[in-house]
């Protein structure tokens, strides 16, 4: 804001300290503006505060923004361009921008009106966050996921970490020109999800697990029945016959809670012809191998790993908590079943994000799981302005692929003699 923020404090203390909260919740928005440009002009005069017009204006839009919206950081959720908001402190806001992270010059009044903030927006959907519950996940109206940490546990004052939800799906197309992907890769994962391929993203924070679930889950058919499975709501599926469900904490007696495995096992009940898990990070890896080994083809999920291989291996782990009566070469062999795909995806660090490789899942030999990268992500030596620029390579094997035999199966041979075809002019 342009304007002094110590005047601004002083007409904004007054003004709240008069208003009646049941009364701004019935007001519309032109009508609060109108009360609040009244009130503004009136200590301005008694007052005889040297304020513009200008000045006055941005006065009422801050306090309109604090009553009905998320206070300062309103102005950045408006902003298209950011995709991520992290505040550590009323003093410290982050923003993330085109992969990369920088501070703004948004600051919070004082620790109350970041606090004040945090509680609105777990009350909003029927949440709440204090002393006893310091620690709370959310979703804005616009699907936007929050985590809130409060103090004692946050010691340097409430955290708010907000990861925007995007209004408009990104597809292939897209990703391509981002450079996230070659024009041959995409056109294997798009095949891979029409073939109902069961496929792992794996990848870290940020990394564009979810934007590649959602790029790929454009292509399963739309007459096909899909039950999502998220801990916040994000996947924005074209088909129609779409199951949303959504996992639920415990609420305040401690009772209530609702788990991605209690989801997965009654997803199961569901009769559904896709199971997507929008992150596995528990024992529901362990009810999700079972649906992709008893029919349930072309399912999805994402998971936290650095590569192909340790995204098995956390696989194993998961499994290993659901049950441990199973030996491990029994969870190895059940994993080598069910899963086809592993893409891994990285945000490098030039910010941009990139699928770093596209590995299938063979089979066994021994005990050990034979893996076989399908394409590759290959880094140039010399970057040109810290920007990270490299190649796909392929290891050219696409016709001993799973993705072969299922082409088949689904009348696709031709799109796939195709994209074979451009992995070789490519090449």
Same mark, same amino acid.
């Given at each position: 804001?342009?304007?002094?923020?110590?005047?601004? +404090?002083?007409?904004?203390?007054?003004?709240?300290?008069?208003?009646?909260?049941?009364?701004?919740?019935?007001?519309?928005?032109?009508?609060?503006?109108?009360?609040?440009?009244?009130?503004?002009?009136?200590?301005?005069?008694?007052?005889?505060?040297?304020?513009?017009? $200008?000045?006055?204006?941005?006065?009422? $839009?801050?306090?309109?923004?604090?009553?009905?919206?998320?206070?300062?950081?309103?102005?950045?959720?408006?902003?298209?361009?950011?995709?991520?908001?992290?505040?550590?402190? %009323?003093?410290?806001?982050?923003?993330?921008?085109?992969?990369?992270?920088?501070?703004?010059?948004?600051?919070?009044?004082?620790?109350?009106?970041?606090?004040?903030?945090?509680?609105?927006?777990?009350?909003?959907?029927?949440?709440?966050?204090?002393?006893?519950?310091?620690?709370?996940?959310?979703?804005?109206?616009?699907?936007?996921?929050?985590?809130?940490?409060?103090?004692?546990?946050?010691?340097?004052?409430?955290?708010?970490?907000?990861?925007?939800?995007?209004?408009?799906?990104?597809?292939?197309?897209?990703?391509?020109?981002?450079?996230?992907?070659?024009?041959?890769?995409?056109?294997?994962?798009?095949?891979?999800?029409?073939?109902?391929?069961?496929?792992?993203?794996?990848?870290?924070?940020?990394?564009?697990?979810?934007?590649?679930?959602?790029?790929?889950?454009?292509?399963?058919?739309?007459?096909?029945?899909?039950?999502?499975?998220?801990?916040?709501?994000?996947?924005?599926?074209?088909?129609?016959? +779409?199951?949303?469900?959504?996992?639920?904490?415990?609420?305040?007696?401690?009772?209530?809670?609702?788990?991605?495995?209690?989801?997965?096992?009654?997803? $199961?009940?569901?009769?559904?012809?896709?199971?997507?898990?929008?992150?596995?990070?528990?024992? *529901?890896?362990?009810?999700?191998?079972?649906?992709?080994? !008893?029919?349930?083809?072309?399912?999805?999920?994402? $998971?936290?790993?650095?590569?192909?291989?340790?995204?098995?291996?956390?696989?194993?782990?998961?499994?290993?908590?659901? !049950?441990?009566?199973?030996?491990?070469?029994?969870?190895?062999?059940?994993?080598?079943?069910?899963?086809?795909?592993? +893409?891994?995806?990285?945000?490098? %660090?030039?910010?941009?994000?990139?699928?770093?490789?596209?590995?299938?899942?063979?089979?066994?030999?021994?005990?050990?799981?034979? =893996?076989?990268? =399908?394409?590759?992500?290959?880094?140039?030596?010399?970057?040109? *302005?810290?920007?990270?620029?490299?190649?796909?390579?392929?290891?050219?094997?696409?016709?001993?692929?799973?993705?072969?035999?299922?082409?088949?199966?689904?009348?696709? *041979?031709?799109?796939?003699a195709n994209a074979i075809e451009a992995i070789e002019l490519a090449r």
């Amino acid at each position: 804001m342009q304007h002094s923020k110590r005047t601004y +404090v002083h007409l904004r203390n007054q003004i709240f300290d008069a208003l009646d909260a049941a009364a701004v919740t019935s007001l519309s928005r032109p009508d609060l503006e109108t009360q609040l440009s009244n009130a503004v002009d009136m200590l301005v005069g008694r007052d005889q505060l040297s304020v513009s017009s $200008l000045a006055k204006s941005e006065y009422v $839009l801050s306090m309109i923004h604090e009553l009905v919206g998320l206070g300062p950081l309103q102005v950045l959720m408006d902003d298209e361009s950011i995709t991520d908001i992290m505040i550590n402190g %009323h003093k410290q806001v982050y923003i993330e921008r085109s992969g990369l992270v920088e501070r703004s010059e948004i600051t919070f009044l004082d620790e109350q009106q970041l606090v004040d903030i945090a509680k609105r927006i777990a009350d909003r959907v029927g949440r709440r966050v204090d002393e006893s519950s310091p620690t709370c996940d959310a979703r804005l109206e616009d699907g936007s996921r929050v985590n809130i940490v409060i103090p004692p546990v946050a010691i340097d004052g409430t955290s708010i970490s907000i990861r925007k939800f995007r209004k408009k799906s990104i597809g292939f197309d897209e990703l391509v020109t981002f450079g996230a992907l070659s024009h041959e890769m995409s056109l294997i994962l798009a095949l891979a999800a029409k073939c109902r391929l069961n496929v792992l993203i794996s990848g870290g924070t940020g990394s564009g697990k979810t934007t590649m679930l959602n790029a790929m889950s454009q292509y399963a058919a739309g007459r096909e029945r899909i039950v999502t499975i998220e801990d916040t709501a994000e996947l924005r599926l074209l088909q129609p016959h +779409v199951v949303r469900l959504e996992t639920r904490v415990a609420g305040i007696e401690g009772t209530g809670a609702i788990t991605a495995r209690d989801l997965v096992i009654n997803s $199961l009940r569901m009769r559904p012809d896709r199971i997507i898990v929008g992150e596995c990070r528990g024992a *529901e890896a362990f009810e999700m191998l079972q649906a992709m080994n !008893t029919g349930h083809d072309g399912s999805m999920s994402t $998971l936290h790993a650095n590569s192909a291989r340790d995204a098995l291996a956390r696989v194993e782990a998961m499994v290993m908590m659901a !049950t441990s009566s199973l030996p491990l070469e029994a969870i190895r062999r059940s994993i080598v079943s069910a899963v086809d795909l592993v +893409v891994q995806v990285s945000r490098l %660090h030039d910010g941009s994000r990139k699928v770093m490789s596209i590995t299938e899942v063979v089979g066994m030999e021994g005990q050990s799981v034979v =893996l076989e990268e =399908l394409f590759a992500f290959k880094a140039e030596p010399h970057n040109q *302005e810290g920007k990270i620029t490299g190649r796909y390579v392929t290891s050219g094997v696409m016709s001993r692929s799973v993705l072969f035999e299922k082409a088949r199966f689904f009348g696709a *041979e031709q799109q796939l003699a195709n994209a074979i075809e451009a992995i070789e002019l490519a090449r």
